[in-house]
């Protein structure tokens, strides 16, 4: 039986051994995108989509009156295949509309994220490996539900819309091309570069950015995509694709997300790779323990999305997913907004802020927690230039 990849090559967590690196410079946009495309997270196309919205639910009186809900099922079809995935919608019932919005992919299914009972479950029968019991099923409704303070969003004015990533791409390797990936028109001669379940992630985040601003109550020009873990890594793709999104929040996204891979520090590329071969492009492989071969670090992803805005959120004891490493990206990345960024790492619950550019790193573990959204609503509200709570 073969060793744990973690055994096989041990991650380092101390700072004293961290090799000694050089980042390559920010660069162009366009030409860095296609790095990005070709040697992490792989090409994914598909041709002329045709995109078909039913609103199947709604009740403007949720949430013991606090929220409108409304539950889309956008199917996406083209001559290779189809796609449904549905959208989860609380909107103030208060607030005049449109309304900002905080877009963000589940782990679960939309009925983990609270615990009101009309929310449907997920149809998907494939399997994940987040956790071990994960497939739909009731007993999960709320299971997330500290993650997404529904509450606290919706007291503050903003709408939030989230859809089950296993809608898109089921988190597993042998199913994660059961979604999305089936109308890839990606050429064959280039499988070494396909996407794979991040990539159609961030993908899918777009076509649900797509479908929501078909609504009148939501405001195209105001919509931040937000996603915790490898759901970050997703949101940080999709915004750097996509310049609908005027924001763009990771938290805790780590390694493929805004760490920096040179300091291979806890997660390297080997890692990710063994673990989750279905998340990146076949191309990626390549680079297990090289990664000061890759042609581009994750500081130049993060500029891809200037001059948007960009949330970098981390946790004190996610040695993993690398803190110091994560904001050392967004510091790297600082001058594509003409800001500067101290090196020093930033004191434990003490958010830093410069123009459109914002970091904090929590105290406590790998996880995403009401206070982490606190911070990424007084940011938006900075950033939208709405009043600060």
């Given at each position: 039986?073969q060793?744990?990849?973690?055994?096989?090559?041990?991650?380092?967590?101390?700072?004293?051994?961290v090799?000694s690196?050089?980042l390559p410079?920010?660069?162009?946009?366009?030409?860095?995108?296609?790095l990005f495309?070709?040697?992490?997270?792989g090409?994914f196309?598909?041709?002329s989509?045709?995109m078909?919205?039913?609103?199947f639910?709604?009740d403007?009186q949720?949430l013991?009156?606090?929220?409108?809900?409304?539950?889309?099922r956008?199917?996406?079809?083209n001559?290779?295949g189809?796609?449904?995935f549905?959208i989860?919608?609380?909107?103030?019932?208060?607030?005049?509309?449109?309304?900002?919005?905080?877009?963000?992919?589940?782990?679960?299914g939309?009925?983990t994220?609270?615990?009101?009972?009309?929310?449907?479950?997920?149809?998907?029968s494939?399997?994940?490996?987040?956790e071990?019991?994960?497939?739909?099923?009731?007993?999960?409704r709320?299971?997330?539900?500290?993650?997404?303070p529904?509450e606290?969003?919706?007291?503050?004015g903003?709408?939030?819309?989230t859809?089950?990533c296993g809608?898109?791409?089921?988190?597993?390797?042998?199913?994660?091309?059961?979604?999305?990936?089936?109308?890839?028109?990606?050429e064959?001669?280039?499988?070494?570069?396909?996407?794979g379940a991040?990539?159609?992630?961030?993908s899918?985040l777009?076509?649900?950015?797509s479908?929501?601003?078909?609504?009148?109550?939501?405001?195209?020009?105001?919509?931040?995509v937000?996603g915790?873990?490898?759901?970050g890594?997703?949101?940080?793709w999709?915004?750097?694709?996509?310049?609908?999104?005027?924001?763009?929040?990771?938290?805790?996204?780590?390694?493929?997300g805004?760490?920096?891979?040179?300091?291979?520090?806890?997660?390297?590329?080997?890692?990710?790779n063994?673990?989750?071969p279905?998340?990146?492009?076949?191309a990626?492989?390549?680079?297990?323990?090289?990664?000061?071969?890759?042609?581009?670090d994750?500081?130049?992803?993060?500029?891809?999305?200037?001059?948007?805005?960009v949330?970098?959120?981390?946790?004190?004891?996610d040695k993993?997913a690398?803190?110091?490493?994560?904001?050392?990206?967004?510091?790297?990345?600082?001058?594509a907004?003409n800001?500067?960024?101290?090196?020093?790492?930033?004191?434990?619950?003490m958010?830093?802020?410069?123009?459109?550019?914002?970091?904090?790193v929590?105290?406590?573990?790998?996880?995403?927690r009401?206070?982490?959204?606190?911070q990424f609503?007084?940011?938006?509200?900075?950033?939208?230039k709405?009043?600060?709570?």
């Amino acid at each position: 039986m073969q060793k744990p990849i973690s055994e096989l090559y041990p991650p380092i967590f101390s700072e004293a051994e961290v090799p000694s690196y050089r980042l390559p410079e920010i660069g162009s946009s366009e030409s860095t995108c296609r790095l990005f495309e070709e040697q992490i997270y792989g090409r994914f196309q598909i041709d002329s989509p045709e995109m078909e919205i039913n609103v199947f639910e709604q009740d403007d009186q949720a949430l013991s009156g606090l929220s409108r809900r409304r539950q889309l099922r956008v199917s996406l079809r083209n001559s290779r295949g189809q796609c449904e995935f549905t959208i989860l919608l609380y909107f103030p019932t208060r607030d005049s509309h449109p309304v900002p919005l905080f877009l963000g992919l589940n782990f679960l299914g939309n009925h983990t994220v609270g615990l009101d009972p009309s929310v449907a479950l997920p149809t998907s029968s494939f399997p994940s490996i987040v956790e071990a019991d994960t497939l739909p099923s009731q007993k999960k409704r709320g299971f997330h539900s500290t993650r997404w303070p529904l509450e606290t969003l919706l007291q503050r004015g903003y709408g939030v819309a989230t859809v089950f990533c296993g809608d898109f791409a089921p988190d597993h390797p042998d199913h994660f091309k059961e979604g999305l990936l089936r109308l890839d028109s990606t050429e064959s001669s280039l499988m070494e570069m396909r996407g794979g379940a991040i990539a159609a992630w961030a993908s899918g985040l777009s076509h649900a950015f797509s479908a929501l601003v078909t609504l009148p109550e939501i405001d195209p020009t105001r919509v931040a995509v937000v996603g915790h873990s490898r759901l970050g890594k997703a949101a940080l793709w999709a915004g750097a694709n996509d310049s609908r999104f005027s924001i763009v929040i990771s938290n805790n996204s780590g390694s493929g997300g805004a760490a920096l891979f040179r300091r291979r520090i806890g997660e390297r590329i080997v890692h990710l790779n063994g673990n989750f071969p279905h998340w990146f492009a076949k191309a990626f492989h390549g680079y297990d323990e090289k990664e000061n071969e890759l042609p581009v670090d994750q500081h130049q992803l993060l500029a891809m999305m200037a001059p948007r805005a960009v949330y970098i959120a981390s946790a004190e004891d996610d040695k993993w997913a690398d803190p110091v490493g994560e904001y050392l990206a967004l510091a790297a990345a600082a001058p594509a907004w003409n800001e500067e960024l101290p090196l020093d790492f930033p004191a434990m619950n003490m958010p830093v802020q410069r123009g459109l550019l914002g970091y904090h790193v929590r105290s406590g573990a790998h996880d995403i927690r009401e206070y982490d959204w606190k911070q990424f609503l007084n940011f938006t509200d900075r950033t939208w230039k709405r009043p600060v709570a």
